[in-house]
């Protein structure tokens, strides 16, 4: 079967005018290059992620991935971090901006997000991502996605667990990159 992408497709409320998804990219996902991917027939563009952590101290460069102008949407802002109270608030910073969809990072490797319990991290503390998505569902009327792993390695995996948190706590989608983290990261405790 082969796919249309030109074919609209729908998160939540949000239509996506085509099937092609401008992923999230720390440190190449900037306003200039989402609106290009939108140019270029992306139909949905994500921010790279944002430290809720930034936001919470009102850092100005957390604050600019914030900026969102209208040739972007729609729009989906990638957050991160572990503590669910500041995850809640900084969603509600994204929806406030104008974002369309809130996405929660429990993907990431990088060795500086996952020391701090963020990313794929959080793989390893599945009743706290549970705290974290229904805090952070109750604090905003946009639709909510989130992207993980299948483990924290290829022992520990979690993702039917997690796919199931995700429909339990009612987010709209789901992203789950092939394999569990890269095996370097277990290097961190």
Not at 69 to 95: C, H, K, N, W, Y
Not at 124 to 147: F, G, H, N, W, Y
Not at 151 to 166: P, T
């Amino acid at each position: 079967m082969q796919a249309n992408l030109n074919e609209s497709w729908r998160i939540g409320p949000v239509e996506v005018p085509s099937r092609l998804v401008l992923a999230p990219m720390a440190g190449v996902s900037v306003q200039a290059f989402r609106r290009q991917g939108r140019r270029f027939g992306a139909g949905l563009v994500c921010s790279e992620m944002v430290s809720c952590a930034g936001l919470h101290h009102r850092n100005e460069r957390s604050l600019g991935y914030l900026r969102i102008a209208s040739d972007e949407r729609p729009l989906a802002v990638q957050i991160f971090g572990s503590e669910p109270t500041l995850m809640a608030e900084a969603a509600g910073m994204v929806e406030a901006a104008g974002a369309d969809i809130v996405d929660i990072n429990f993907g990431c490797p990088v060795n500086k997000v996952v020391k701090c319990n963020g990313g794929s991290g959080l793989l390893r503390d599945l009743p706290l991502v549970e705290e974290i998505l229904q805090k952070v569902r109750s604090a905003i009327s946009i639709p909510l996605t989130m992207k993980f792993r299948a483990g924290w390695n290829d022992r520990e995996l979690v993702h039917v667990r997690m796919a199931k948190l995700a429909e339990e706590n009612g987010l709209q989608a789901i992203a789950l990159p092939p394999g569990p983290a890269p095996q370097w990261h277990r290097q961190v405790s």
